[in-house]
């Protein structure tokens, strides 16, 4: 169930107000009319992040099955021209607090790890041409760009 904005705030208010006793969660899903679990959730994401709005990101793969719901076949890449024709970015997520917990284990685990054995080295990729790339472009305007297939390349 999915609680309007204004109930989130109230789950917030009820238990963290500074005037009145504060009520317990059991009290609160009652005042509220939902479930335990979903006042819990809710004052955990207001603690971790402050923000009680929902969110609103999803892949271009939930999108297409969303829209496979509604009886229309479209291909996922579609999808994506339509996103990046509506100015819409492509976002990396940022670590999560799992991720960063997982890194500092493996980090802790290597301290004593013996790192003169290892040789670490820069490596980049000199090509004697440019590589292909993808343009987009409007009908009757299109530019021929040269390419050249199996580009000399070296690894240094």
Known sequence: MSLELYQRYEIVFLAKNQCEPK???NRIAKLVKCCRSTVIRWLK???ETKDLHP???FTSQ???EQVK?????VNERTIHRRLNEAEFQYSKPLLTEHHQNKRLRWATSMLNFHWNRVMASDETVFRLHNV???YWQRRGDRKMCRTTKHTIKVNA
């Open 62 to 64: 939930q999108i297409q």
């Open 45 to 47: 994401r207001q603690t």
């Open 132 to 134: 292909k790339h993808f």
């Open 55 to 57: 969110d609103e990101r």
């Open 69 to 73: 719901g509604d009886g229309i076949n």
């Open 23 to 25: 009520f317990s969660i």
